[in-house]
């Protein structure tokens, strides 16, 4: 029998909770940031937790390189103009994590993320000459 999870770069399934993964690894450079970024929006979109077990490991790849190097003046969402990530579609998304956990409340959720996901595909592709899809 073989087994059928994906193993991705930055994160791991975390066995104590239903479709839920933690941080492993912490990107370092700002193209493992953006990796990790779209890593973890993407197991968001698929219907999954993205919970940080150790604190120390954060869930977004731009904090891991920013917060702890540069601060988050130099962090690319900060230079398109969203200091301390307050835009509208992320906002949106933290909002809708405190609803009831009813079907309903999750579908939003994963379509929250999706907007979220294609404003970071604008940022990425915005400040990149090689942009992505």
């Given amino acids: 029998m073989s087994n059928n999870i994906k193993k991705y770069e ?3 399934k975390d066995n104590s ?6 941080p492993i690894k912490k990107a370092i450079t700002l193209e493992e940031g953006w ?7 993407n197991l968001i979109i698929n219907g999954n937790k993205v919970c940080s077990g150790v604190i120390i490991l954060r869930t977004c ?7 702890a190097n540069l601060g988050c003046a130099k962090c690319p969402i ?12 992320y906002e949106d998304w933290q909002t809708a994590q405190s609803y009831d956990n009813s079907i309903d409340d999750w579908y939003r959720q994963i379509d929250l993320a999706k907007i ?5 595909k604008n940022v990425f592709n915005s ?3 090689e942009g992505i899809e």
């Avoid at 900060?78 to 579609?89: D, R």
């Avoid at 979220?116 to 970071?120: A, N, P």
């Fill in 10 to 12: 930055f994160f791991e």
């Fill in 17 to 22: 909770y239903l479709r839920t993964y933690r």
């Fill in 35 to 41: 990796r990790k970024t779209f890593e973890k929006w």
């Fill in 61 to 67: 790849g731009l904090c891991d390189v920013f917060i």
């Fill in 78 to 89: 900060e230079k398109a103009g969203f200091p301390y990530c307050e835009n509208k579609e």
């Fill in 116 to 120: 979220e996901l294609k404003f970071l």
């Fill in 127 to 129: 400040q990149n000459k």
